[in-house]
């Protein structure tokens, strides 16, 4: 932590380990399948240790995603997005499907019919709403899509939705209930168009422990492997469980702050309505980031000696999936250096 | 802007080069050098577009960025921030210094012993809070620094400033003003240790057409050469002046929206509460991107049809320091492909 210049991202390997292998044992105990969203980490080391662990897949963003994770080796993906599939995209999702089994996500009849000419017999999952208001057909709707899917020769295995809404303090129980009966609501209206939804996939950290079995077979968790500062305000996750930190020096105590040289080029500027500040300090569980600028992080100190000039401290980022995404490698507790292979993969 | 995969950044090159000209002129007939903040392009080309246009050296935020500019071939440089040199920056500093003209920020006497240990005799100027209460000491205070800096063997050359608070509705012309007086303020508090400001360095691009001369002897806007939806509600720059836009797909009309491909990890998350959304869509000035994920806007329509799915949209990113931090490559007008060449470089 001492020679590397600042600001850098550090991973706990056993932190990392631990949630890896927690998130798996909860799904597998329950039957269900893990596939963890890819687009937090963008790494390969971590989906072969999600993998290891129990994971069956990925998920990813972006069709720039799956090939950095084709790659690396992995063989089974899941584009949860309603990926417009023009020609170019085409050419590429049929060179990956001649290395992994692949899924893509459609909320359109259009998108449904542009992969469909592209991709004809493309495994495909029906977005849903389930109340995030996002992309996703509403729950009901979902047999028309996927009988048109399935005329189109696209091969529908059932429906999918993200419920972004979790991310809200005391949300999680709910929401979880409210995406389980989309998810009930959309299997059924498949049933009356005559498709069996083999599939049931349900996304977030914050509803990733609740819930039980339900309706579901897949859940896609992200930020789980890491943990970040929004997931410890959530009280989805303990401090204890955070797994990446920014290393930061403090360069000033101009205005009685405590400045750091991590701001948002380092640690992303996501910030909740309901989020204490731009990132935690896991040291300082009472200091708050409350100015960030793309170079600077301004922390009211909590009331002690405020860190000398030159130390360094360590900041948990707010959203750690846009944290990974600002930097081209992360530094392992083991000394290691992983690159991250699928940072800027937007495309 | 058909074949390209989408989101890609694509820079008109006549705006660019009019705005690299307009600032540089605006400069020059005052007296001013006009020293740009390279942290918005982070580009060779660009960089070079503005020393050919009449700018005086370049401002960079951190060592990595000097080193990636320095590499372009540029040969004065000023570290805007109040540096922390480590050993490891102190040797990147000496070997950028023998290829290179470099001045660095100091807010504090650690930092600059810091500084003086590693680089005796290095360039200097003072950094004075102007009211935007980030870095910078009390201009009364910068003589003390200035001497204390003095003392060391630092080359103290004079002060600057950022008025950050300049971005606010109509706080331009205030907050420019702000900056003169606080400068003039800090001019004197050298002279009263017997140090002579030759320097005398302002910031910000909304105040960058105010205050005319008055006791500055240079500018540092950076935004003003792409310009961005920040500077366009502001008022600072109209629609006709921004250069740079993220090319977006529309993969969606759920919920009677518009979505697109281009969120979060494409355009930044930067949200100034007066800002109308989140980046603006230059030829819909009505529609209105109401929400944002990582690989999603959400566009609230302006009332007119709805554009197809699969059709493609121009937007004006909020603030484009960060978007352009996003993306390894610059598309430009002319078919060429610039390379960010100082992405990420924050260290």
Known sequence: MRDRPTPYLLVDTDVLSANAYAMARFATDRGLRLRPHAKTHKTPEVARLQLAAGAGGLTVATVAEAEAFA?????????????????????????????????????SVEGARALAAQLPGCAVLVEVDSGHHRSGVQPSDAGVLAECADRTGLDVR???????????????????????????????????????????????????????????TERRPGVYVFNDAQQWELGTAGPETIALVCVATVVSHAGGNVLLD??????????????????????????????????????????????????????????????????????????????????????
């Not at 990926?83 to 049929?94: E, I, K, S, Y």
């Not at 949300?171 to 299997?187: I, Q």
């Not at 939804?197 to 950290?205: E, H, L, Y």
């Not at 900041?315 to 083991?334: F, K, Q």
């Open 262 to 347: 991590a701001g948002s080029k380092a640690l992303g500027a996501d910030r909740s309505a309901w989020a204490t500040g731009y990132g935690r300090l896991p040291d300082h569980p009472d200091a708050r980031i409350t100015r960030q600028a793309e170079h600077h992080a301004v922390v009211t100190w909590d009331g002690s000696p405020r860190p000398e000039i030159g130390s360094r401290l360590r900041v948990v980022p707010n959203h750690v999936c846009v944290a990974v995404n600002l930097h081209d490698e992360l530094v392992t507790t083991d000394g290691d250096v992983w690159t991250v292979t699928a940072r800027g993969a937007n495309t």
């Open 158 to 216: 059932g429906v999918f939705s993200f419920p972004g809404h979790s991310y809200a303090p005391g949300a999680a129980a709910e929401v979880a209930a409210e995406e389980s009966a989309a998810l009930r609501t959309a299997v059924g209206s498949l049933g009356e168009h005559g498709i069996e939804a083999r599939v049931v996939s349900g996304g977030s950290t914050p509803t990733a422990w609740w819930g039980a079995a339900a309706v579901r």
């Open 71 to 107: 790659e690396g080796g992995v063989t089974d993906l899941f584009l949860a997005y309603p990926v417009w599939v023009d020609p170019d995209r085409g050419a590429r999702l049929r060179a990956l499907s001649e290395r992994a089994a692949v899924r893509v996500g459609i909320d």
